[in-house]
């Protein structure tokens, strides 16, 4: 992403397929039948692009949340993977991942993130969480998540680690 200048403001968009309110799917003019379609989160960021966002942020979850019919569709890509297919479509708003620290290692975190950073000339940032349903630690083969203590130390090693492993030193030339 471009160099935060000093007093600047920066303001992006956390793009959710289905609206944020929880009934907003069910409105006639929803986009439900397009959570699916990568060319709709393209045409999102296009639009985010073209009205001068800083950046489009995909927040993501390890686990899918609707149990119920009437609950809002639990439909998530990948939020690395479609932020690749959105990098090829777009020239200048930055592409924003979340990354779990519970779920996932520094080493593949910053593998894909520096790909990706190489790939959009500079594009990317990342929201580093602990996540917080044991839903998701089901899904790793856990009973529940660990502790907010235990979450948290791990949390701190995996962002020094990513550090090391090529956000302090990223130099492509």
């Known amino acids: 992403m471009t160099v935060i200048q000093k007093n600047q403001l920066n303001i992006g968009v956390l793009v959710y397929g289905c609206g944020h309110h929880q009934a907003a799917w069910l409105m006639p003019n929803s986009s439900v039948n397009r959570v699916g379609e ?18 489009v942020f995909f ?19 990948d939020p690395l993977i479609n932020l690749t ?8 708003v930055g592409l924003v991942s979340t990354i779990s620290s519970t779920f996932s290692n520094p080493f ?4 894909q993130l520096l790909s990706l950073e ?8 990342w929201n580093l969480v602990t996540s917080m349903r044991d839903e998701e ?16 130390k791990k949390a701190d090693e995996f962002a020094e680690l990513m550090h090391k492993l090529g956000w302090a030193t990223l130099n492509w030339t």
């Open 38 to 55: 990568i060319e709709y989160y393209q045409s999102l960021a296009q639009l985010a692009e073209k009205g001068c966002f800083d950046a």
């Open 59 to 77: 927040a993501d979850s390890q686990s899918f949340l609707a149990q119920e019919p009437n609950e809002i569709p639990a439909f998530w890509f």
């Open 85 to 92: 297919a959105i990098s090829q479509v777009t020239k200048y």
């Open 108 to 111: 593949t975190a910053s593998r």
């Open 118 to 125: 190489h790939i959009t000339n500079g594009r990317v940032g």
């Open 137 to 152: 630690a089901w899904n790793h083969g856990m009973e529940s998540l660990p502790s907010h203590e235990e979450r948290y």
